[in-house]
């Protein structure tokens, strides 16, 4: 066990500058989604439409915006020039990130109200429709300072941020967690304590079975407390854990198929278990590379799922989500 001390966090984000970012819209061609939204579009439009991000509808109520952060921000000792702004544009899948209007939070109405975000050359997130993108919009500090309580000090510690999810109808839905109740606790005859339970309507191996079929089940309480903080790093961490579980119910029922033993990638391509799979196998590279990496896959799930499971946590981002929460 690291022995590594680690600082938790101890303030919260600048309410002004959430306002600001949690008011913004990003319009990807013609559909607009807000802060902590979710998007599907159709892969041609995910690849070819204009994305934007709009911060005001006018420079008046941006500066306005800025003007009451300025006050908020002397609260902490720091000024709109202490503090950067900046748009972050990532794929999971594709280990990507792009940056985009990096200037000092004091110059951001001379960006404008409006930010591009697809001018050419075209983000990498926004070229890979089978992993889909996030977009961020963050405030972060942009020098160390020195150490105080309740303080922000740590250079590149985000002050505030807004969220934004693109993907297309092939990518990977996940498992929507549902509540488990104590109710539903004594129906599944599960100890009281039980945190989460995963169950599956259908065999993993029949075609046209989607990821609807697995219901996720997890502590009424504690998923309340995680729906309230979505984009929190605790919650975050706890959703990609969730998936991972979910993942593993997967496969272990597959596994427990006797067909599975001389089913080739063909045969489980269009089968939930196909699903998980894609969801796993990188999104680089042709269609040929793609289906050697599944099939390679599918034989680790045959012979050691443990192994399998390694690179669905890899997929998931764990092991940086968890580093992210215990950070604070």
Not at 310 to 325: I, K, P, R
């Amino acid at each position: 066990m690291s022995t590594e001390q680690r600082d938790v966090r101890p303030f919260a984000s600048i309410p002004e500058l959430d306002d600001l970012f949690k008011s913004a819209v990003l319009r990807y061609g013609i559909v607009e989604i807000e802060s902590g939204g979710r998007a599907i579009l159709d892969e041609d439009a995910f690849v070819r439409a204009p994305v934007e991000l709009v911060l005001a509808t006018n420079v008046g109520s941006l500066a306005a915006s800025l003007e009451r952060s300025h006050d908020a921000l002397a609260e902490l000792d720091l000024s709109l020039d202490d503090v950067s702004f900046v748009v972050a544009i990532s794929s999971s899948y594709l280990k990507s990130v792009e940056f985009r209007s990096q200037v000092a939070m004091s110059a951001v109405v001379d960006v404008g109200t409006a930010i591009t975000l697809s001018s050419e050359p075209r983000p990498a997130p926004f070229l890979s429709p089978r992993s889909g993108c996030t977009v961020e919009v963050l405030a972060y500090l942009s020098s160390p300072r020195s150490k105080a309580p309740l303080r922000p000090w740590r250079f590149g510690t985000w002050l505030a941020r807004g969220v934004f999810e693109v993907v297309t109808e092939q990518h990977f839905t996940g498992f929507t967690p549902k509540p488990l109740t104590t109710q539903k606790k004594g129906e599944f005859k599960l100890s009281p304590k039980a945190m989460r339970y995963i169950t599956l309507a259908a065999s993993p191996l029949e075609e046209g079975i989607t990821e609807d079929s697995v219901e996720v089940w997890f502590d009424a309480d504690l998923l309340a407390k995680a729906s309230a903080i979505s984009t929190g790093k605790a919650s975050m961490a706890m959703q990609r854990q969730l998936f991972v579980d979910a993942v593993s119910a997967v496969v272990h029922a597959a596994k427990a198929e006797p067909e599975l033993a001389g089913a080739g990638w063909a045969d489980v391509r269009n089968t939930l278990l196909g699903r998980v799979v894609l969801a796993v196998a990188p999104t680089s590279g042709n269609e040929d590379v793609r289906n050697a990496a599944c099939t390679s896959y599918l034989e680790m799930i045959k012979t050691d799922p443990a192994q399998f499971l390694s690179f669905a946590e890899e997929a998931a981002g764990l092991v940086a989500a968890f580093d992210s929460a215990l950070e604070g």
